[in-house]
C-alpha cells in the first residue's frame, strides 16, 4: 500500500498536465535534429526536476523492453546528464553577464529582507542564469567579498542564507538547478557561521542544508540522504531541547523524514532511528503548543509504525492506527483538506494491515478512510495520489469480509484498473507494477467470468509486473509477484511451471537475506515473512514426486538464522563473516545416520501436517495426515497451552492431571503407530525433529500400545531443531569429560529449610576429576560474565565454565513468549538471559550443558517462522554439543532424583541420550523399596539419605508404589543435539 509522508518543507506534486508536459518534452528531445536538444533543454528548465528525471528513467526502461536499445541507452544518458553536476568553464563574458543579475538579486533581497514578492519577480525574469554557472560565481564571489570585508562578514552570511531559503523554494525554473545554488549558499555561510563563532546561526543552516540535501536532485540519492542526516545530526549538537526546544523538534522531525528516506545501512535500523526522532519531536510538539507541527510529526510517527520490522508486528500496527488518528485531530478536512486526506489514506492502509480485533471491521474501516480520502484526492486536482488510493482501496475490497465475495473481487478489479490510468508503466513503473501485481491476484481471486480467461488475465499481468519489478532492481517485490505467480500454479496444478517459479524467488529471498547485517531479529521477520514460499515448494515437490528435494526445501526454512550463526562461530576469523550459503542435500541427510538410527521429521502445512521417515540407505517415507488431524491437533495444542497458562491454576493441578491421557490423545492425532510403522525394525536410535509448537511437547513419551516411545528404541530417543543443525554438532569433537562447572540454588527458596536439589549437584561432583560449584549467594550472573556489571563491551567468561566438558544449572528457569531472547535461569544478582549466553558465552570444550530448571526447553511458539529460538539454541550456539532440558515447570524431588541418576549412567557409557532415557525409565518404574534400596548405595550425603528415606516412608505407605510414574515427573527432560 502506498503511504505518504508530511515533510517540514514543499515538494512539488506531479499533476497530470505537468506528466504530459514531461512526455511531450521526452519525444519533443527524440525526434529533433542531431545537436538541437541542448537548447530544447534550455528552453525548458522549468520541466527538468526529479520527477522529470524518473520519467525519463522509465521512458529508457520502456523502450529497452521494446528492443529499442539505443533509445534507451540515449535516455539513460540523458537522466545522467541531468543528474551530474555542470563542470562547463566560466567565461568573463559569464562573469559580466551573471555578475550584474547576481549583484542586483542579492541587493533586492537585502533591500526586502528576502521578501518573495520582490525577489522571485527578478529571478522569473532571469530564469535563463539559474544554473550551475550562477552557483559558482556566487561562491566566488562570497569568498572574495569575505575576504575583504572584515566587520561586516556576518551580514555578508546572513544575506547569503535569506537568499539561499529563497531560492530553494522557488517554484519556477530548474528545480534541480535552484537547490544547487542553495547549496552553494548555505555551504558559503557556514564559512562565517562557524559553530564557535555563532552556533545558532551555524545549526539553523545546518539545518537549511539538510532540506536541500533532501531535495537535491542532482548527485547521487544515497549520498545526498547521508548528508542531511549529517547536516540535521550537527544541528542538534547546538539545538538541544533544554537549549532551543521549538528548533530541536523542528530538526528532530527533519532527521527521522531523512531515516525513514536513508538507503544506506540497514532498513530496519533506519526506521527504528526514525521512530525515536519522530518521538523525541512529539516531545516538544504537543497538540495544545503546537497542533500543527504535532499532527505533522503525528503523521510521520505513523507511517514510521506501518514500515517498522523490530518489534511484533501486530503492536506497530497499533502504534501507527493511535499516530494517524491523533493527527486527524488537527488535520481537519475544513481545515486542511490535503493533509486530511493523506492521513486518511495512510489511515486506512494501516487498518487493512490490522491484526488485532475484528478483520471483518478494520477492512470495513479501511474502506472508509480511503473513500474518505478520495473526496479530496480527486483525479483532476492530485492524480498521483488519487492512484494510489485507488490501489489502496482496490487491496480493502479484495480482502473483505462483509458483503458478497464476487462482487466485492469485481470492485477491486474496477479501482485497480482506475489507478492504472494514471500509473501507467512510462510515467510510474514502480506504482504500475505493484498495481499489476495486486490486479494478478485479484484476477487470481475472481469468481465471476470464465475461470480459464481469469487465470490468464492473472498471468498475463504477473508477467507484466515482473517486467519492472526485477530480482536486480526491486528484489523483494520481485519475490512477492513471484510467490503470487508461483501458488497461481500451484493452484491450477501446474506444478511445473510453479516448481520453476518458486526456483526463482526464493533465490531471490535468499539474496535478500544475505543483505541484512541488522541482526538476528531482522532474519528471523524475514523467515516469518516468507515461509509460506518454502511450504509451497514443499507442496508442489511432494505433487511432482520429488519427495528428497521437498525434504531440502523443508531444511532450507528450518533454523536457518541459527545454523548459520553456528556455522560463523567455527569459523577462526569472526571478522568478515561470509554468507552461510549450504544447503543440505538429502545423500548428506543420510550420511549423518548409520543402519540403525532414523529420523522422524514433521512438517506442518496448511491444511495437513506430515511426517518424514529418514533413514540411511532408503527413499524417505512420507505419512500424510488429513485436514481433520489438523484440525484436532490444533484444538489440542489449545486446549494444553490454555491449561498450562491458566492463571486461577497457578500450580497447574489440572493441567498436571490430564497430562498421561492428553499424551495419549496427541499419539493418536499424530497417528505415531502408523509413522512407526515406516521405520525399519532394525533401527533402535530415533531422532526427533519437530516442527512449530511441536517442539512444546514430550514426544518421547507418547504412549505406544502398552510403553511409551521411549522404550522402543534400545539406543535412545534424542532430538534436534534441524537435520542442518544435527550437522553442524556432528562436526563438533568432545570427547572429554572430566571437568564440572555447575550453579547451585542461586534463589533463597532453593536452600532455605533445606536444599531442593537434594545434594543432587555435591553428588554428581564426586563424579568428575575436576569440578567447580557456585553455590547459594555466590551464584552470581557477575560470577559468570565477569565485568558484566561495569562494561558490557568488555566481558570475560568465566575461566571454568570456558574450560568445562560439563555445565550443570539447578535453579529456576522461565521463558519469556512475548520476548524470548529475555527468557533465561535466575541467578542470584539477576537473570542470565538467552541474550546474554549468545553474546558472551563461548563453551568450545563442553559437550553437556544441563538445564535442571523449569521451562529451559521452550522454544518461541507464537513465531510463524522454522526458527528454533529458546535456552537450548543459546547453548548449542555458544559450542555445547548437546543441551538437556525441560518442557514445563517441574518437581524439583523429581528432577534431583532423576538428574543424579542420569549422571551416574554416563559415568557408565558416552551416550548421552541413551543415558537420560535410561533414567527417566528408571525413574518412572522404580518402587519406593527400590529407591530406598539405591540411597543406601548412592554418592548422596547421609543427610540428604535420611531426608529421602522419610520422604518415601512418610508419604507411601505401599513400598510398592511407584511415586514417579507420571509423565509429569519423568517426561520433562529431553536431549537436544548430538546424543553422543
Known amino acids: 500500500m502506498k503511504l505518504h509522508q508530511d515533510a517540514s518543507n514543499s515538494h512539488l506534486l506531479m499533476n497530470e498536465q505537468r506528466l504530459q508536459a514531461y512526455n511531450q518534452l521526452i519525444q519533443t528531445l527524440l525526434n529533433c535534429p542531431s545537436g538541437e536538444e541542448p537548447e530544447i533543454l534550455a528552453a525548458n528548465t522549468e520541466l527538468l526536476d526529479a520527477d522529470f528525471v524518473q520519467v525519463v528513467i522509465a521512458a529508457a526502461e520502456h523502450f529497452a523492453q521494446q528492443g529499442e536499445e539505443n533509445t534507451a541507452e540515449w535516455l539513460r544518458n540523458l537522466a545522467t546528464y541531468l543528474t551530474t553536476p555542470e563542470t562547463t568553464p566560466i567565461t568573463q563574458e559569464d562573469i559580466d553577464t551573471y555578475g550584474q543579475f547576481l549583484l542586483e538579486v542579492l541587493q533586492a533581497t537585502a533591500d526586502s529582507n528576502g521578501d518573495a514578492q520582490v525577489i522571485y519577480p527578478l529571478l522569473a525574469a532571469n530564469i535563463d542564469k539559474l544554473n550551475h554557472i550562477f552557483a559558482e560565481l556566487l561562491r566566488h564571489w562570497a569568498t572574495n567579498t569575505l575576504a575583504e570585508a572584515e566587520a561586516d562578514v556576518e551580514s555578508i552570511a546572513y544575506l547569503i542564507v535569506i537568499f539561499s531559503n529563497g531560492i ?81 523538534a523542528g530538526t528532530q522531525n527533519n532527521l527521522g523524514i531523512a531515516y525513514r528516506e536513508r538507503i544506506k545501512g540497514e532498513r530496519a535500523e533506519n526506521i527504528e532511528s526514525a521512530i525515536t526522532a519522530y518521538s523525541a519531536a512529539l516531545e516538544v510538539r504537543t497538540r495544545s503548543a503546537f497542533p500543527v507541527d504535532w499532527a505533522m510529526t503525528q503523521n510521520n510517527l505513523g507511517a514510521a509504525y506501518g514500515e517498522r520490522i523490530f518489534r511484533e508486528r501486530a503492536e506497530n500496527i497499533e502504534s501507527a492506527i493511535t499516530a494517524f488518528s491523533a493527527a486527524l485531530e488537527v488535520y481537519t478536512r475544513s481545515a486542511f483538506p490535503e493533509n486530511w486526506a493523506m492521513t486518511q489514506n495512510n489511515l486506512g492502509a494501516a487498518y487493512g494491515k490490522r491484526i488485532f480485533g475484528e478483520r471483518a471491521e478494520n477492512i ?51 479501482v485497480y484498473s482506475a489507478a492504472l490510468e494514471v500509473y501507467t508503466r512510462s510515467a510510474f513503473p514502480q506504482d504500475w507494477a505493484m498495481t499489476q501485481n495486486n490486479l494478478g491476484i485479484a484476477y487470481r481471486q475472481r469468481i465471476f467470468g470464465e475461470r480459464a480467461d481469469n487465470i490468464e488475465s492473472a498471468i498475463a499481468v504477473y508477467s507484466a509486473a515482473l517486467e519492472v519489478r526485477t530480482r536486480s532492481a526491486f528484489p523483494q517485490n520481485n519475490a512477492e509477484t513471484l510467490l503470487n505467480l508461483g501458488r497461481l500454479y500451484q493452484e491450477e496444478k501446474l506444478f511445473d511451471s510453479a516448481y520453476n517459479t518458486f526456483v526463482s524467488a526464493i533465490a531471490t529471498v535468499e539474496a535478500l537475506r544475505g543483505d541484512i547485517i541488522s541482526g538476528e531479529e531482522a532474519k528471523r521477520k524475514q523467515a516469518e515473512e516468507w515461509n509460506q514460499l518454502y511450504r509451497c515448494m514443499v507442496e508442489v515437490c511432494l505433487a511432482l514426486a520429488r519427495d528428497t528435494e521437498a525434504i531440502e526445501y523443508i531444511e532450507r526454512s528450518k533454523t536457518r538464522n541459527l545454523v548459520e550463526l553456528l556455522t560463523k562461530a567455527t569459523l577462526t576469523s569472526p571478522e568478515n563473516l561470509p554468507l552461510v550459503n549450504h544447503n543440505i542435500q538429502f545423500g548428506e541427510i543420510q550420511k549423518l545416520l548409520d543402519n540403525e538410527t532414523a529420523i522422524i521429521q514433521w512438517y506442518i502445512f496448511n491444511d495437513c501436517f506430515r511426517a518424514f521417515i529418514i533413514t540411511s540407505d532408503n527413499k524417505p517415507g512420507i505419512w500424510h495426515s488429513s485436514q481433520q488431524d489438523l484440525d484436532a491437533l490444533i484444538d489440542w495444542r489449545n486446549e494444553y497451552l490454555d491449561d498450562y497458562y491458566n492463571p486461577e491454576d497457578q500450580d497447574k493441578i489440572q493441567w498436571q492431571n490430564q497430562l498421561e491421557e492428553r499424551l495419549k490423545k496427541l499419539a493418536e492425532i499424530l497417528h505415531l503407530e502408523e509413522v512407526l510403522d515406516q521405520v525399519p525394525k532394525q533401527c533402535n536410535r530415533l531422532i526427533l525433529i519437530p516442527h512449530r509448537y511441536l517442539h512444546l511437547f514430550p514426544l518421547h513419551a507418547l504412549p505406544v500400545k502398552e510403553s511409551y516411545l521411549v522404550d522402543l528404541f534400545t539406543n535412545g530417543v534424542g532430538y534436534a531443531p534441524s537435520c542442518q543443525l544435527l550437522q553442524q554438532v556432528q562436526l563438533r569433537q568432545r570427547p572429554d569429560f572430566q571437568s564440572f562447572f555447575a550453579i547451585q540454588n542461586p534463589a533463597e527458596d532453593l536452600y532455605q529449610g533445606y536444599e531442593k536439589d537434594l545434594g543432587a549437584v555435591a553428588a554428581i561432583k564426586k563424579q568428575f576429576t575436576d569440578a567447580h560449584i557456585l553455590k547459594q549467594e555466590k551464584a552470581n550472573k557477575s560470577a559468570i560474565l565477569l565485568g558484566i556489571n561495569e562494561n558490557i563491551h568488555n566481558v570475560t567468561l568465566n575461566e571454568k565454565l570456558l574450560k568445562a566438558n560439563c555445565a550443570f544449572f539447578f535453579c529456576h528457569g522461565y521463558f519469556n513468549s512475548a520476548s524470548p531472547q529475555d527468557s533465561g535461569l535466575q541467578l542470584a544478582d539477576g537473570n542470565l538471559t538467552l541474550a546474554d549466553i549468545i553474546t558472551y558465552f563461548k563453551l568450545d570444550n563442553c559437550r553437556l550443558v544441563t538445564l535442571s530448571a523449569c521451562e529451559t526447553g521452550f522454544t518461541d511458539f507464537t513465531s510463524t517462522s522454522d526458527e528454533y529460538i529458546g535456552l537450548p539454541s543459546g547453548f548449542l550456539l555458544a559450542g555445547s554439543t548437546n543441551v538437556v532440558s525441560s518442557l514445563w515447570t517441574v518437581s524439583a524431588r ?25 533414567a527417566q525409565r528408571w525413574l518412572r518404574d522404580t518402587t519406593v523399596k527400590g529407591f530406598q534400596s539405591w540411597l543406601s548405595n548412592s554418592l548422596l550425603s547421609l543427610v540428604c539419605k535420611v531426608y529421602l528415606n522419610e520422604y518415601f516412608a512418610n508419604n507411601y505407605e505401599n513400598a510398592s508404589t511407584k511415586p514417579f510414574t507420571s509423565p509429569f515427573y519423568w517426561a520433562a527432560f529431553c536431549n537436544i543435539g548430538k546424543g553422543v
Do not use: H
Open 168 to 248: 530553494g523554494n522557488f517554484p519556477l525554473g530548474s528545480k534541480a538547478n535552484n537547490i544547487e545554488i542553495a547549496i552553494a549558499g548555505y555551504e558559503i555561510a557556514l564559512t562565517v557561521y562557524t559553530r564557535s563563532a555563532f552556533p545558532v546561526d551555524w545549526a539553523t543552516t545546518q539545518n537549511n542544508l539538510g532540506i536541500a540535501y533532501c531535495e537535491r536532485i542532482k548527485g547521487e540519492r544515497a549520498e545526498n540522504i547521508e548528508s542531511a542526516i549529517a547536516a540535521y545530526s550537527a544541528a542538534l549538537e547546538v539545538r538541544t531541547r533544554s537549549a532551543f526546544p521549538v528548533d530541536w
Open 364 to 414: 470495513e474501516s479501511a474502506i472508509a478512510a480511503f473513500s474518505a480520502a478520495l473526496e479530496v484526492y480527486t483525479r483532476s486536482a492530485f492524480p498521483q495520489n488519487w492512484a494510489g488510493t485507488q490501489n489502496n482501496l482496490g487491496e480493502a475490497y479484495r480482502q473483505r469480509i462483509f458483503g458478497e465475495r464476487a462482487d466485492n473481487i469485481e470492485s477491486a478489479i474496477a
Open 894 to 918: 523429581a528432577t534431583a532424583l532423576l538428574m543424579i541418576k542420569f549422571y551416574e549412567e554416563l559415568q557408565q557409557q558416552s551416550n548421552i541420550v541413551l543415558a537420560l532415557n535410561t
